[in-house]
């Protein structure tokens, strides 16, 4: 499980648009977001790079990974 400190997250859309940018890299990851800790957690196969990328990607800062 990779765990991301994400800044700038505040409603359901960003929920919806870090989902849909992670499951765009792997389909099958399990995605998990807590808006009020501002933390996304993924289940995945891929490499945390790609997947810090791609929420980046979608608008987001990756402040820390854990």
Not at 24 to 32: F, G, R
Not at 35 to 42: D, H, K, P
Request: hydrophobic fraction near 45%; glycine fraction near 6%.
């Amino acid at each position: 499980m990779l765990r991301y400190q994400v800044e700038r997250m505040s409603c359901g859309h960003c929920v919806q648009a870090i989902t849909k940018a992670v499951k765009a890299v792997d389909p099958a990851a399990e995605v998990a977001v807590d808006l009020g800790a501002g933390r996304v957690m993924v289940d995945t196969s891929q490499e945390a790079d790609s997947i810090v990328r791609a929420i980046e990607q979608a608008g987001y800062t990756v402040a820390s990974a854990a």
